[in-house]
């Protein structure tokens, strides 16, 4: 089985900065693609950054966060700065897995738990 960890979650003033981590375990062939999702309050689930052979963001957080990859750890990152309210939401890691079984390989998307993200004075 795979899981997705995700920390770095908190509360944070205005103008402030976090950084998210995602780390992968489980019986990991490889990994395809590794993104970042949020929902806030009364929302829908919406794309924040994904990073695979290149990287997408959300217009809203282009040139305030960064999405990166340790490969080696499996491990995806989301640096966030000049934080702003709206920017609060659950954060959640998703991840395309390749999986290794006796009957062949297996593509699956997973989710980690979410982590809190607060903005606010």
């Known amino acids: 089985q795979v899981q997705l960890v995700e920390s770095g979650g908190g509360l944070v003033q205005p103008g402030g900065s976090l950084r998210l981590s995602c780390a992968a375990s489980?019986?990991?062939?490889?990994?395809?693609?590794m993104g970042w999702y949020r929902q806030g309050p009364g929302s829908e689930r919406d794309l924040v950054a994904t990073?695979?052979?290149?990287?997408n963001y959300a217009d809203s957080v282009k040139g305030r966060f960064t999405i990166s990859r340790d490969s080696a750890k499996n491990t995806v990152y989301l640096q966030m700065n000049s934080l702003k309210p709206e920017d609060t939401a659950v954060y959640y890691c998703?991840?395309?897995?390749?999986?290794?079984?006796?009957?062949?390989?297996?593509?699956?998307?997973?989710w980690g738990q979410g982590t809190q993200v607060t903005v606010s004075s």
């Open positions: 990073i695979g052979t290149s990287t």
């Open positions: 998703r991840s395309t897995i390749v999986t290794q079984a006796a009957a062949g390989r297996y593509e699956t998307r997973y």
């Open positions: 489980g019986r990991i062939f490889s990994i395809k693609t």
